[in-house]
């Protein structure tokens, strides 16, 4: 299995409900303890953790392309309430999640090419 590179995008910060730090600080360790490389601010990654500080979510609405991601938008991830202290879990599994079903598509992919042969 490949690391994947995550991004931690941030929204301005003008009205924050939440440590955003704290909490992205508790993401990057987490991650990287589980073999991922965190990036900041840039959604030229395998997967974006958005993490808007209030309910305006403004660190997705800018989004120009379509990554795989995840939206903490004040003590909601994914328009679900977690609770401050519930976000960091809630993200990591939702990282998980993403990372099995990309791992399977990848182990799929290579099934349907291992028929091919290469003659020459």
């Known amino acids: 299995m490949r690391p994947m590179t995550l991004s931690i995008q941030f929204c301005g910060g003008c009205n924050p409900r939440i440590d955003r730090g704290r909490i ?21 990654a ?3 953790i958005f993490l808007s500080g209030c309910m305006s979510g403004c660190a997705f609405k ?6 795989p991601y995840v939206a903490v938008a004040a003590t909601t991830v994914d328009n679900v309430e ?14 998980r999640d993403c990372y099995e ?8 992919e290579d099934h349907e090419c291992s028929g091919c042969t290469q003659t020459g």
């Open 62 to 67: 800018f989004n120009p392309k379509d990554p």
């Open 82 to 95: 977690v609770g401050e202290a519930g976000i960091v879990p809630e993200v990591i599994r939702k990282v």
């Open 24 to 44: 992205a600080l508790e993401l990057q360790q987490a991650l990287e303890g589980m073999g991922h490389r965190v990036i900041f601010n840039s959604i030229d």
């Open 101 to 108: 079903r990309m791992e399977t598509e990848v182990r799929k």
């Open 46 to 48: 395998d997967l974006v």
